[in-house]
């Protein structure tokens, strides 16, 4: 029973521990009118963290496959915003501010 | 001619084939991003009017008319949206056609406070000049259309505006005999259709590009183009006044969207864009200057008469509430200033850009 029970918990901390890596962390620049190019893979859960680095003031949103959005609210020069990612697929990462700002993404699942 | 870039001399060929008076020469962009270092102040500006190359670089004309894929622009689908584009047989009444708002007699635009169309009742918003409209990335004061295709629609179907159907426009416009040979030349074996009418029209539209003015002279190396005062002007418009925070770029003009404080119940942008997203609330495009009308009306209403009036607003910094734009701040100009910033406005008009008006069939 004892050795199930250190067995189990172990497990856990493994799977937990996998998880907790899966989340990983990126960083994107906006330089003027561009997004920094993302080389990373993008996952379910991982944080993206935008830093302003023009001049302007940017409003970056993300619109998911299913129509649904996340907005990062107006980021002045210097300003950073971070987003949770929230779905698998497609998405597009644009500016309310300035719609020529634009990159097309794919979010994979969460890795397990 | 399958290229959705054209090159210059395909298009001038095409232009002047048309029948357009064209002083355009496009220069090749070689820009450079501006270093802190360049940002300009009033003192370099009163030290010897010293222009730094790489602020001037930012402005130089591009050399190609760009167009998408899926429409290249062709000298056939340019003579075919000119006639479309006078056409007033293309609105309910036959009284409206897209040049009674784009009249090319008041560069492009009205010269109205608001547009009026088929029905007299007078449109909420200003009519906008059409000039180098093959660059816009967004269009629509609320930028609700992505492209010049789909930008077509909206007047020609609207209530106000010419109030047609598309089908309505596609069968009158088949019911002209006329009008036959000029589709099978733009599309061939395409016929009239609501793709082949909207693409005409826009290919029409991205041949509309300002004339050189006295300002490109200057960018391009003629010292002497443009006076001092202007050139005083142009710095000022860099720096203090901070006008190219938004109007950037040769069209001057970044297409981006901001609440500058107008008194205006109109939420513009905001219709678009989920409540949350409070900066798009009051917001509309920035308008080109070039080619500015002297005199006016200005903003998306057309609701300030002079320019004097438009930098008294900058001047003031706009009405604070949320959604004002952060670029919106308070600025001082002096009587000088002011002459100066007019003096360099001035040498972004050149020449009209005009077309022939065709004989419709």
Known sequence: MRTLLIVTVALGACLLGSRFASAAEHTIAITHMELQEIKEELRVGDVVTFVNEADMAHNIYITYEDGSVDNLDTQVPGMKRTVTLKHAGPAVIKCWIHPIIRSDIEILDKAE | ?361
């Not at chain 2, 002047?16 to 220069?27: H, W």
């Not at chain 2, 209530?159 to 309505?168: C, K, P, Q, S, V």
């Not at chain 2, 509309?208 to 050139?231: C, E, H, M, T």
């Open chain 2, 1 to 361: 001619m399958n290229s959705p870039w054209l090159m210059l001399c395909t298009v001038s060929a095409a232009i002047a084939a048309l029948g357009i008076a064209v002083e355009t020469q496009f220069i090749h962009v070689g820009g450079r991003a501006l270093s802190a270092a360049s940002v300009v102040s009033r003192a370099n500006a009163a030290a010897g009017i010293a222009v730094p190359d790489e602020l001037k670089a930012k402005f130089r004309r591009p050399e190609k008319i760009p167009a998408p894929k899926a429409n290249p622009l062709t000298p056939e689908k340019a003579d075919l949206g000119r006639h479309l584009f006078f056409d007033t047989r293309l609105s309910k009444t036959g009284t409206v056609s897209c040049a009674s708002c784009h009249n090319q007699a008041f560069d492009w635009g009205d010269g109205l406070q608001r547009g009026i169309g088929v029905t007299g009742v007078e449109l909420p918003r200003r009519s906008p000049t059409l000039l180098n409209a093959a660059w816009l990335t967004a269009l629509m004061w609320d930028g609700r259309a992505e492209t010049l295709e789909r930008q077509a629609v909206l007047p020609l179907t609207a209530e106000h505006e010419m109030g047609m159907t598309l089908d309505g426009a596609v069968e009158r416009v088949k019911a002209i005999k006329g009008y036959a040979p000029l589709f099978e030349a733009a599309y061939p074996g395409e016929g009239v259709t609501t793709k082949t009418l909207l693409g005409a029209i826009a290919s029409f539209q991205r041949t509309l590009v300002s004339n050189r003015s006295s300002f490109d002279r200057w960018i391009d190396g003629d010292d002497g183009a443009i006076s001092d005062a202007a050139k005083r002007g142009f710095l000022l418009f860099n720096g203090e006044a901070r006008c190219s925070k938004c109007h950037s770029t040769w069209r001057f003009t970044d297409d981006s969207f901001h609440d500058i404080g107008l008194e205006s119940e109109d939420v513009g942008r905001g219709q678009f864009a989920p409540p949350s997203v409070t900066i798009m609330q009051h917001a509309f495009k920035t308008p080109t200057l070039r080619d500015v009308r002297m005199s006016g009306p200005y903003m998306h209403d057309g609701a300030m008469k002079t320019l004097d009036a438009v930098i008294d607003h900058y001047e003031d910094g706009g009405k604070k509430r949320p959604s004002l734009s952060p670029e919106m701040k308070a600025i001082k100009l002096t009587p000088g200033e002011r002459s100066d910033l007019m003096a360099f406005l001035e040498t972004l008009r050149g020449p009209p850009f005009q077309v022939d008006v065709p004989r419709l069939p």
